[in-house]
């Protein structure tokens, strides 16, 4: 099974959020909907592993750290973001990073 | 796309996900039976969404575009007539002036029409509702929000005239198309509907005292305005004080509606707590609040004495706050203004910049800390990317 790591970003959640719309119009069954978002998991760890290839570099202070069920938590602040094209500064950012070492994706 | 060389990767993965997802899903769709136009809604929806959030630029449908294209030649021309008449506005300013406009005035130049209008956009702007949510919560009848009612009937029957009141407050007073009466108070944070005022007086201008909306309580959601008060009639003179202040909550917290309920209280006494009937039946469509002192319902009831004895502090503030919810489950929240660190509330920002990724490795070493990371998305400060790979250093 893919993570679902990643159902908490602007396409996961837009994507949440519209099916809840056509759950709630009675549309489709919760049970569809689960199967999409499954699904949604699947393509979006396929296509972050294969469609995206470039490099950031990041740089700030840790203000907090947490590492529980083989999932990282960090909190930074004052973090430079940088690619070859630009730089992002922000005040403060929260990284959530569970484990690459064997995802169960047969992409690779 | 020749002159773009270095062009945004996120909306074509973006793209390319929706298309996988929702071709991988027709399937899904068509065994339960489901139709394939529900697939497309979904697909809509979907796409509108991600265009809403403007995470990501450049992001949309090739009807979408054709929209788009469509609806920038409207506004360029819209802007170009704008323009032409706010140059011949500085010579007519004069005649806006304060006591003799009136809102019953029908022959004002057109000119006055249009100079407000984008000073009441940047003001809108500024309050950083959008128009949608200002129209829902205004709860205006039409489709329309109130920038399109102000900005489309521009030559036709809206005026603007500012008021000044007897307190000095500059109002804006508008007078749209279809006969409402907007006050707009540039500190405020809303626009709130007026009705028909009896009588407008030049030389005491009564103006209506706009109970402002209640910012919001917590920070957490601005877009979710608890209360709007609609004042009906209002007449600020001194000698008698009507109010029929009609207490509209909107789908807010729990804890909210306590604090709200206190406040409406303050404001109908200010004015001399008229009709607090009316409120107070409306406020009780809401799952009946009521101050629990004792009782069932404790969370506590199992402690020690002592632990009791603290607790019933807490408990007693939180029964005001909560309105005495059984179980107190949402307990941790409304406590969380005592707690002495500061993380709680700052994590519940709108935008917080998150990155969700996985990690290859992440080394310490003292308290100088590695990350290589992969495979993430990033939403900074609104915006959406992505990276194969990510190396981070941070200093603990």
């Known amino acids: 099974m893919a993570y679902q790591l990643y159902r908490n970003t602007t396409l996961g959640n837009s994507l949440q959020e519209s099916l809840d719309e056509l759950i709630q119009t009675q549309q489709i069954t919760p049970q569809l909907a689960l199967q999409v978002l499954l699904q949604f998991d699947k393509a979006i760890n396929t296509a972050l592993a294969n469609r995206v290839c470039n490099r950031v570099n990041f740089k700030g202070s840790l203000n907090t750290y947490r590492f529980c069920d083989n999932v990282w938590t960090f909190v930074l602040n004052d973090v430079e973001f940088r690619e070859v094209t630009d730089l992002v500064k922000v005040d403060k950012v929260k990284i959530v990073a569970c484990d690459g070492k064997n995802t169960g994706n047969a992409a690779e | ?396």
């Not at chain 2, 706010?86 to 249009?114: C, E, M, Y």
């Not at chain 2, 489309?152 to 007073?173: P, V």
């Not at chain 2, 039946?281 to 629990?292: C, E, I, N, S, T």
């Not at chain 2, 993380?343 to 990724?357: A, G, K, S, Y």
Request: glycine share 6%.
């Open chain 2, 1 to 396: 796309m020749a002159s773009s060389a270095n062009s945004n990767p996120v909306p074509k993965l973006y793209r390319s996900v929706i298309e996988d997802v929702i071709n991988e899903v027709r399937e899904l769709f068509l065994d339960e039976g489901v139709d394939e136009q529900v697939l497309m809604e979904l697909k809509t929806l979907w796409e509108n969404k991600l265009m809403q959030s403007k995470a990501v630029e450049g992001f949309h449908t090739e009807e979408q575009a054709a929209l788009q294209a469509a609806a920038h030649q409207q506004a360029q021309q819209a802007t170009q007539q704008a323009q032409a008449q706010q140059v011949l506005l500085p010579p007519q300013q004069q005649v806006t002036s304060w006591q003799s406009t009136r809102p019953t005035v029908t022959s004002a130049p057109q000119q006055q029409v249009i100079v407000q209008d984008p000073k009441i956009l940047q003001h809108m702007s500024a309050t950083g509702m959008s128009a949608a949510a200002t129209a829902a919560t205004l709860a205006l009848p039409t489709g329309v929000s109130p920038y399109h009612q102000l900005i489309t009937s521009q030559g036709n029957l809206s005026q603007n005239c500012y008021i000044k009141t007897a307190d000095g407050q500059i109002l804006q007073f508008v007078r749209a198309a279809n006969g409402a009466q907007y006050i707009i108070q540039p500190q405020q944070q809303m626009v709130l509907q007026q009705q028909v005022l009896p009588q407008m007086q030049p030389g005491g201008v009564q103006a209506p005292v706009i109970q402002q909306v209640l910012a919001p309580l917590q920070g957490g959601h601005p877009q979710q305005t608890g209360v709007i008060i609609q004042p009906q009639q209002i007449v600020l003179t001194g000698n008698k004080v009507q109010q029929n202040a009609q207490v509209m909550q909107m789908p807010g917290q729990p804890g909210q509606v306590q604090q709200i309920q206190q406040q409406v209280q303050q404001v109908q006494q200010a004015q001399g707590g008229a009709a607090p009937g009316p409120p107070q039946q409306q406020a009780k469509q809401q799952p009946p609040m009521m101050l629990q002192v004792d009782g069932a319902g404790d969370t506590s009831s199992e402690d020690e004495d002592e632990e009791e004895e603290e607790y019933d502090e807490d408990e007693d503030e939180d029964k005001d706050k909560d309105g005495g919810e059984d179980g107190q489950v949402e307990e941790e929240p409304l406590n969380s203004e005592d707690d002495v660190s500061d993380e709680e509330d700052q994590e519940l920002f709108d935008t917080e910049n998150v990155v969700v990724c996985q990690y290859d490795k992440i080394h310490r070493s003292k308290n100088k800390w590695k990350f290589h990371l992969k495979d993430g998305i990033m939403n900074l400060n609104g915006r959406d990317y992505v990276f194969s790979k990510a190396i981070g250093d941070a200093e603990w």
